[in-house]
Nanobody, 126 residues
């Protein structure tokens, strides 16, 4: 079992930055692909970014490319999502997820992840 706890959400003005953290307990995260997803009210959960197990290569949604950066600190068993140049449309609850068998190219599919955190809210004001 892997327990994931997100933190770092909050209220920020458009153009600002926030850094989210996903801390894990139970097992080491280095063996998992970690994804960040978000869900706005009335919308489906959507993929934001992922960092793959092993070599740690990354994948981003088009909406996040160039503005968001995902990284991991294996020593702290934590994955981060640095979000810059935030826009009001980035407003959502942000979730991290851990997947043991996430094949390359399938990182954007929520069904590929076994463990999910409880989410942290991000609000970007205009």
């Amino acid at each position: 079992q892997v327990q994931l706890i997100e933190s770092g959400g909050g209220l920020v003005q458009a153009g600002g930055s926030l850094g989210l953290s996903c801390a894990a307990s139970g097992r080491t995260l280095s063996g998992y692909t970690i994804g960040w997803f978000r869900q706005a009210p009335g919308k489906d959960r959507e993929f934001v970014a992922a960092i793959r197990r092993g070599g740690g290569s990354t994948a981003y949604a088009d909406s996040a490319e160039g503005r968001f950066t995902i990284s991991r600190d294996n020593a702290k068993n934590t994955v981060y999502l640095q979000m810059d140049s935030l826009k009001p449309e980035d407003t959502a609850d942000y979730y991290c997820a851990a997947g043991w068998t996430v094949a390359t190219g399938t990182e954007s599919r929520p069904s590929r992840y076994e463990y999910w955190g409880q989410g942290t809210p991000v609000t970007v004001s205009s």
